[in-house]
C-alpha cells in the first residue's frame, strides 16, 4: 500500500535501475536519477522545512529535523529511501553534533519498517554495498569520536577536515577506530571547497551518487558552487517564526545569493501524506 501519494511526476525517462515492487507501491512510483556528471558525484539534497522555511529550531534536545517534521514517516521513509539510493551520504559537524549519540544515517535509521526492502534495492538492484558510506565535513576536527557513528561495525565513516583538523582526530585517537577514514584537503581559511570534496569522494573512495543532508552551512557553500542536482525538500505545516536575535536557520545559512544569480530549480515531482508535503526538484541549467 502506498505510504506517500504522487500528485506529479515528471522523471519518468528510462534511466538506470528502478525501485524494487516493495518499494515503488510505498513511494507510489519509481525513483531514477541520472548518471553522475564527469569527475564529481551526482548530488542529490534532503531537507525537511517548516512553512516559513525553518530547518532548525535551535533549541537543545529540538534542534533536529525529527522536530521540524514532526517524525513525519513519510519524511522518514523518503529519507531512508534515498539513503537506500545514494553511494555516501555527507553532514557538516554541525548537524552531527546536533544529532543524538546513537544516530546512524543509514536507510533504516530512519524508517526500520523497509530495513529489508531498503537493503534488497541496494545491494540486489544497484549492487552497492549494504550501507552508504557516512562523510563527514569538519575543518576543526572536533568531533564527538564516542559516537555511535565512528563506532559500529559495519559502518564507514570518512572524515573530510583540513591539515589542522587531521592533527586534532589523530590526537583524540581517530586513527585507532577501524571504520574511520580521514581526508585532509587544502583550506581557505578553514573552510574547504565544495569540488575539492566531491573530487576526492569520486577519485579516491567512488562516490557516484552523493545524498547531502546538510546543515544550511554546508548545503549553502554547495549551492554556491553549483553542485546541487537535485533537491528532495519536505515541506511540513508548522510555522516556527523568528526574532530578530534568534538564529532559526532557513535551508541556507552563510551564503547568499543576488537575485540575478540565486540558483533556481525545476519541479520534478509532488507527492503528499496527510498535511506534509514532498517536494522534488533539480537544477535548473539556465538562471536568469
Ligand atoms: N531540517 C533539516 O532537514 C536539517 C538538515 C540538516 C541539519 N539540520 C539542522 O541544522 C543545524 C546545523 O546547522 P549548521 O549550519 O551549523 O550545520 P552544518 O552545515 O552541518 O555544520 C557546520 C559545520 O560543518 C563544518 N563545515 C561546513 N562547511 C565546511 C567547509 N566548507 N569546510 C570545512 N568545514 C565545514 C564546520 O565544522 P567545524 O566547526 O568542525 O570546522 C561548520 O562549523 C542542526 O540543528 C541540524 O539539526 C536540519
Redesign the pocket.
Known sequence: MALVRTFTDRNQEDLGPALPLGLRELYDGDLRFRESPAERPFVIA????TLDGV??Y?IKGH???ST?SDSDTGDGFIMGLLRASADAVI??????N??SPEALWTPEYTYPDAKLLFREYRVDVLHKPEYPILVV???????ELERAIFRTPGMRTAVI??SA?RDALVAAGATTLPSVQIHALD?KC?????MAMLRLLYAELGVRRLLH???????G?FLGARVVDELFLTLSPQIAGRKGDAIR?GLV??TEFMPDCAPRFQLLSVKQRAEHLYLRYQRAEATR
Open positions: 534532503n531537507f525537511v522545512s530547518v532548525s535551535e534542534a533536529g529535523g521540524v553532514v557538516g559537524s554541525g548537524t552531527v546536533d544529532a565535513v569538519s575543518g576543526s576536527g572536533r568531533l577536515t583540513t583538523g583550506a578553514g573552510t574547504l571547497a565544495p543532508e546538510g546543515g544550511p552551512t554546508l548545503f557553500q536557520p545559512q552563510g
